[in-house]
């Protein structure tokens, strides 16, 4: 099992231009999260799904979207790049198997800088 | 609301000296708490979690973590560190259907 990937590992974008993130997971989880992460403020989720074909906003949604229409991926989407979104993303994803607190297993991460 | 608060954000330690990270909580509802771990230029992977039951919760690589309900609290110990042990640790919280984490600490093992 590959578990949780993440494509691409780094990119650069200059403001404006678009970018897809891709998530990739082969648990047959039912979650799938989104976060980013930045110096001293931990992840902070973006958006989430609890299945296939739902999405739901996290506590900083502005600036993305996010699509799953297959349940092992889950696509983030920067519709225009701003510097303030130069961070590294982290997709995670959860099975809902036994217990919803179950623990999520994460991706190695997209280090994304836009210039 | 759930919320996570680790106390330091950077923790130097000698090789073979114990280790303690802080973390607190809050919730107003059960909570079930976790450890991960961030090597770097890695994601996070789970260290231990307490779910219910005994306290003192052990982990892998020699790490555990002890729930106190009054203090709400979650520290992680480790009784003798590693060079490769050097890492950051995010205490996390879920709760009515999120996962909080907190900001981090940074551990660095010295030689």
């Known amino acids: 099992n590959a578990g949780v990937t993440q494509t691409p590992k780094f990119r650069v974008l200059k403001t404006g231009q678009s970018m897809t993130l891709l998530c990739a997971q082969d648990?047959?989880?039912?979650?799938m999260y989104w976060y980013r992460q930045d110096p001293g403020m931990g992840l902070r989720l973006i958006h989430y799904?609890?299945?296939?074909?739902?999405?739901a906003k996290g506590e900083v949604p502005d600036g993305y979207n996010v699509s799953r229409l297959k349940k092992q991926n889950f696509l983030l989407g920067l519709e225009s790049a701003a510097p303030s979104q130069t961070s590294v993303y982290f997709c995670?994803?959860?099975?809902?198997?036994?217990?919803?607190?179950?623990?999520?297993?994460f991706g190695p991460g997209t280090r994304l800088t836009v210039l | 609301a759930q919320s996570v608060t680790q106390l330091d954000s950077q923790v130097p330690v000698f090789e073979e000296a114990p280790v303690e990270l802080r973390c607190n909580y809050s919730?107003?509802?059960?909570?079930?708490l976790f450890w991960y771990v961030q090597y770097p230029n890695q994601g996070l992977q789970l260290l231990l979690k307490?779910?219910?039951?005994?306290?003192l919760v052990k982990g892998i690589n020699g790490f555990e973590a002890e729930f106190n309900k009054s203090q709400t609290s979650f520290h992680l110990r480790k009784p003798s560190v590693h060079i490769s042990d050097t890492a950051e640790y995010f205490c996390?919280?879920?709760?009515?259907?999120?996962?909080?984490f907190g900001a981090g600490t940074r551990l660095f093992v010295k030689a």
């Open positions: 648990m047959n989880h039912e979650y």
């Open positions: 996390a919280v879920f709760g009515g259907f999120k996962t909080i």
């Open positions: 799904s609890v299945g296939e074909g739902t999405t």
């Open positions: 307490y779910l219910s039951g005994s306290t």
């Open positions: 995670a994803s959860k099975s809902l198997e036994g217990h919803s607190y179950n623990e999520q297993f």
């Open positions: 919730s107003s509802v059960s909570v079930y």
